[in-house]
């Protein structure tokens, strides 16, 4: 039994469910606030900023409340055309969060949430107590990791950016770590640890499976490789499979184009096809 699955037998009863949710309404009603008092009385927005921002030395003081309440900052600037497309915005967390707590079930999409405000206060803390700047935090890097999250689990869902344009979620993400890339080659410390910090619950909860991916990746490239130096005769030889779905059965083999996922949620290793890894029944051993 791993780690992660002691802690839910333990404290799993404690877990919020339907989290994203319930954030994604909280923060529509911050944007609207926001967004109201943007052009009627911006003194009104500044405020209720000043009020729920992490500022360590704030809360050495005694402001305890803003260790959690910066996560209610939106992760949007108020504007005219994210007010057009808010409905769509929310709609879209509530289908990752709904996603993410299907794939992992409550309690560790609420450690996931959790591991990333740990890792965005530890690095702000860090930064401003070491007299270097630290960005205002707000829930921008905690949705972050939770998209990433998303697009690791669900890449190859399809979305229409601004309602118009069709684009799967794996290639948004390869652009989410193009632009984390850039502010790390770039930036200065504070720019490049702030960037990273999505990073890191994203890494804690799907670094064993990108190593079975790039391991995996490895083999059947060298053995694609190896294939080709054989004589003409050989090639005629039945290739070996090297992925195979548990549910249906394909293969790499009968569906070169399908991707194969290893289920982080299942005990052990089981592989499934990117049709069924968020639609199987998970392997539980006993203990």
């Known amino acids: 039994m791993s780690f992660v699955d002691k802690l839910e037998r333990k404290f799993g009863k404690y877990a919020i469910k339907n989290l994203v949710t319930k954030l994604a309404y909280i923060y529509s009603a911050v944007y609207i606030v926001f967004f109201i008092t943007s052009y009627t009385n911006p003194s009104i927005k500044n405020s209720i900023i000043r009020l729920l921002y992490f500022d360590v030395n704030l809360v050495m003081k005694g402001q305890i409340w803003r260790i959690i309440s ?6 949007f600037s108020p504007s005219l055309l ?13 289908t990752m969060g709904n996603t993410l707590e299907y794939h992992w079930g409550a309690f560790k999409l609420n450690l996931y949430y959790l591991v990333g405000i740990l890792a965005s206060i530890i690095i702000s803390s860090v930064l401003t107590l070491a007299g270097m700047w630290a960005p205002i935090l707000s829930s921008t890097y905690l949705h972050t990791s939770i998209f990433l999250a998303f697009a690791f689990i669900s ?3 399809q979305i229409y950016l601004y309602g ?23 930036g200065d410390i504070p720019t490049k640890v702030t960037a990273i910090s999505p990073l890191v619950s994203y890494f804690l909860f799907f670094g064993k499976d990108i190593y ?10 060298d053995y694609r490789k190896k294939r080709g130096t054989k004589s003409f005769s050989a090639s005629y030889e039945k290739p070996k499979v090297l992925h195979s779905c548990e549910v249906c059965g394909v293969t790499d083999v009968s569906d070169p184009n399908m991707e194969f996922r290893y289920c982080s949620k299942c005990e052990g290793l089981h592989e499934y096809c990117i049709k069924h890894i968020n639609n199987h029944e998970h392997v539980k051993t006993n203990g």
């Open 70 to 75: 910066f996560v209610f900052i939106p992760f």
């Open 82 to 94: 994210t007010t057009i497309f808010l409905f769509f915005i929310v709609m879209f967390m509530i």
């Open 155 to 157: 890449g190859e869902t």
């Open 164 to 186: 118009i344009l069709p684009i799967k979620v794996k290639y948004l993400a390869y652009l989410d770590f193009a632009f984390i890339g850039f502010a790390v080659l770039t």
């Open 212 to 221: 079975y991916l790039l391991s995996n990746k490895k083999r059947s490239h």
